[in-house]
């Protein structure tokens, strides 16, 4: 199964997620986040739920939704 790793560009209100597959192949999503609200669209949504379905695209959306929240929150301060 497929792996990844999200990382926060916080200054710049940017998420990055690197998807490594099973054969060592790569792919990397941008994406900007509101820093007030936390809100973000992920359009790839669709293409990695058909490549490794809707319980991988959760959890991997689990850990992005972490992120931005912290992200959010020490904006405001807590």
Known sequence: MATFRCELDAPNNIVMVMVTEDDGSEHDYQFDFDPRSGR???????????????????????????????????????
Not at 52 to 73: C, P, Y
């Open 40 to 78: 973000y669209e992920f359009s790839e949504r669709d293409i990695l739920e058909r490549d490794f379905g809707a319980d991988w695209v959760d959890e991997m959306e689990s850990a992005v939704k972490k992120l931005i929240d912290g992200a959010v929150a020490a904006r405001k301060g807590g």
